[in-house]
């Protein structure tokens, strides 16, 4: 596979479809993410591989210190992997969840009430469903061919702009939520 341009993969729109689909009769997050890798296998090789592009397009995106606050609050869990697990939950709770928490990411307290008891707001599974379809649908390495098209990504610098006492003022909600229920 040559390098792809940016035209040929998959847009924003049907990546958003795909995901807003999968919520559809949610019931837990490995059915989602079942209905997921079945539309992904109905794509091309080349939609995949742009299905991935958007996914780690939108991780960079809500890579910001509130929601890091928002992910310390409720899993307790100050490390990047913990991290990148919250914001694949965050892109798998659909286009308007995510977009209104990168606007205020306190909006997140309700999302949580439809994570079942004893779970949390982490998705690791979604880092590797394009693998998993595009295995399924070739049965060959995604991997390999996803190198041929990312070029070097460069990871933003972060710096938080909180520690613990200061979190209420940042998600009030959130903080209030968390520390007056013990909800996991």
Do not use: H
Not at 37 to 57: A, M, P, R
Not at 64 to 75: G, Q, R
Not at 123 to 142: G, T, V
């Amino acid at each position: 596979m040559e390098k792809l341009s940016k035209a040929e993969l998959l847009n924003e729109d049907t990546f958003w479809d795909i995901i807003n689909k999968s919520l559809d009769d949610f019931t837990n997050i490995k059915n989602q993410l079942e209905k997921i890798k079945n539309q992904l296998i109905k794509l091309t090789d080349t939609e995949i591989i742009g299905f991935d592009y958007i996914k780690v397009k939108l991780l960079w995106q809500a890579y910001n210190s509130s929601l890091w606050a928002v992910n310390y609050t409720v899993t307790g869990c100050f490390c990047d992997d913990e991290f990148v697990d919250f914001r694949l939950w965050l892109i798998t709770r659909g286009e308007e969840t995510y977009y209104n928490a990168l606007e205020n990411p306190d909006s997140l307290v309700d999302e949580f009430d439809k994570i079942p008891l004893g779970g949390m707001p982490l998705c690791e599974e979604l880092l590797s469903i394009e693998a998993l379809a595009f295995k399924e649908k070739n049965n060959k390495d995604f991997y390999v061919e996803e190198e041929k098209y990312y070029s070097n990504i460069k990871i933003p610098e972060l710096k938080i702009n909180w520690d613990e006492k200061s979190i209420k003022k940042i998600i009030p909600n959130t903080y209030n939520e968390w520390n007056a229920n013990d909800r996991f």
